[in-house]
Nanobody, 119 residues
Framework: VQLQAFGGGLVQAGGSLRLSCAAS???????????VAWYRQAPGNQRELVAA???????EYAESMKGRFTISRDNGKRRVYLQMNSLKPEDTALYYC???????????WGKGTQVTVSS
């Protein structure tokens, strides 16, 4: 299984980006029953959760992202998305996607896509 995140880039403050993460060689049943999430890590900081979406549909967002970011998934395409609006310079980071089912030892990470927000 490989996760490829893309869609990052340079954007001005207040702008929007949509990140995508494609899971290759993952069967439908495994993907659809897994939780998916986006994390980010800025230089000098620890990796932090941005948003998570459980297989049952419940979501979790970091407080500073609520109302600005939206996580979604397309099980048929094995894809995870992160719509980011009203971006701020402090959102600048390397964004990683994660697919996990801890009970079965499933924990896959993508290599990350860089998001840079200029003021």
């Amino acid at each position: 299984v490989q996760l490829q995140a893309f869609g990052g880039g340079l954007v001005q403050a207040g702008g929007s980006l949509r990140l995508s993460c494609a899971a290759s060689r993952m069967i439908f049943s495994t993907f659809s029953s897994s939780s998916v999430a986006w994390y980010r890590q800025a230089p000098g900081n620890q990796r932090e959760l941005v948003a998570a979406l459980r297989s049952g549909g419940s979501t979790e967002y970091a407080e500073s992202m609520k109302g600005r970011f939206t996580i979604s998934r397309d099980n048929g395409k094995r894809r995870v998305y992160l719509q980011m609006n009203s971006l701020k310079p402090e959102d600048t980071a390397l964004y990683y996607c994660n697919i996990a089912q801890p009970y079965y030892g499933i924990d896959y990470w993508g290599k990350g896509t860089q998001v840079t927000v200029s003021s």
